[in-house]
């Protein structure tokens, strides 16, 4: 597994530390929440962006981006990704929705929303960890940013709009547009990605590829960790008191999504070999597709219904079931793995 700097042995203790500070500062001190909710612009919340952006600056850094011409000309890739991310990731969110939830609607809305979300930031961490292949990593999260961008509110209306009431379920509909998804999508990949790609081209250029790799880079890294932990706290104490005062609902929303993220990474990691991508391409596809873009769903839930809301509540959940379960699964693929490293970065 790639090391993480000084923190990375324990980074599973601090990760579960870090949801269980945060739970617990938002039940005890129910003002500190109302004061993060409150450093929003619309549907962004600051300092779970400033976390996110510079959670994603170090593992974006050391992708080569000189590669990434023949990897978005890799069809086999894109197609697969495309497969695994616009049409099995929704139908399945949906129907384990639909199957466990439907007394839930509120719920069940909020378990749409995060499977219509495609990540675009957690996964280059988790991909990362796992030593997927970072260059094939970025190319698929720009790739699949443009897919949300233009599908997002034409897949929430179909799935929540359509097919929920044909199936007897109560649908709803989003006030959530284009251009406010293309700016989420523009935050939390476009600034990342920019500061990333002029680091790497910049440093590389002036102090050479020996001193960014071996000097440079490993200190950066550091940032990643940091603010994985800051943004988790941050995140679970916006719904801290929620949480302790409604175990019995964050249990029912996080078996169906237990089960998405374990099926949907099984799946595509099945897809992929059956299709002979190499394993590291492999994994990469694995995280792309079961990982979501909670930071999404939780802002158009937060801005079509409210930030008190069950659907709010749901979206929040996921990076709860989500962290766990792919630290785990970072673990279980990393020793199935032979042992592999990246590409010179």
């Not at 359509?162 to 406010?180: D, F, I, N, Q, R």
């Not at 019995?248 to 998405?260: E, F, M, T």
């Not at 990474?265 to 590291?280: E, K, Y």
């Amino acid at each position: 597994m790639q090391r993480l700097g000084i923190i990375d042995r324990l980074l599973t203790l601090w990760i579960f530390l870090a949801m269980a500070g945060g739970v617990l500062v938002g039940w005890l001190f129910p003002s500190i929440p109302e004061a993060i909710g409150g450093m929003s612009t619309g549907a962004t919340n600051w300092p779970i962006a400033v976390g996110l952006i510079v959670m994603m600056i170090p593992p974006l850094a050391k992708a080569r981006y000189d590669r990434l011409g023949p990897i978005m000309k890799d069809t086999k890739v894109l197609g697969l990704s495309l497969l695994q991310n616009w049409v099995i990731g929704p139908v399945l969110m949906f129907g384990l929705a639909a199957l466990l939830l439907p007394d839930k609607p509120e719920y069940l809305q909020g378990l749409i929303l995060i499977g219509l979300a495609r990540c675009i930031a957690m996964v280059i961490v988790w991909n990362d960890m796992a030593c997927g292949d970072r260059e094939y990593a970025a190319g698929l999260v720009a790739f699949n940013s443009l897919f949300q961008v233009v599908m997002y509110s034409g897949y929430a209306w179909l799935f929540l709009g359509v097919l929920a009431p044909m199936l007897g379920l109560k649908g709803a509909s989003l006030t959530v547009s284009v251009s406010e998804i293309a700016m989420s999508v523009g935050l939390y990949l476009g600034v990342p990605l920019v500061v990333g790609l002029l680091l790497s081209t910049a440093l590389r250029s002036q102090r050479g590829h020996d001193w960014y790799s071996n000097t440079f880079l490993p200190r950066l890294s550091l940032l990643t960790p940091i603010a994985l932990l800051f943004t988790i706290v941050i995140m679970f104490s916006t719904k801290g008191e929620a949480i302790v005062k409604l175990p019995l609902d964050v249990l029912r929303v996080g078996i169906p999504l237990l089960i998405y993220f374990v099926v949907m990474f099984a799946v595509s990691l099945w897809l992929s070999r059956r299709a002979r991508v190499d394993p590291n391409r492999s994994v990469t596809l694995a995280f792309t597709a079961a990982s979501n873009n909670f930071e999404l769903a939780i802002a158009v839930a937060i801005t079509s219904f409210g930030f008190a809301s069950g659907q709010a509540f749901a979206a929040v959940i996921g990076p709860l079931i989500e962290v766990p379960v792919m630290l785990l699964l970072v673990k279980w693929i990393s020793r199935r793995q032979a042992p592999a490293t990246h590409p010179a970065s």
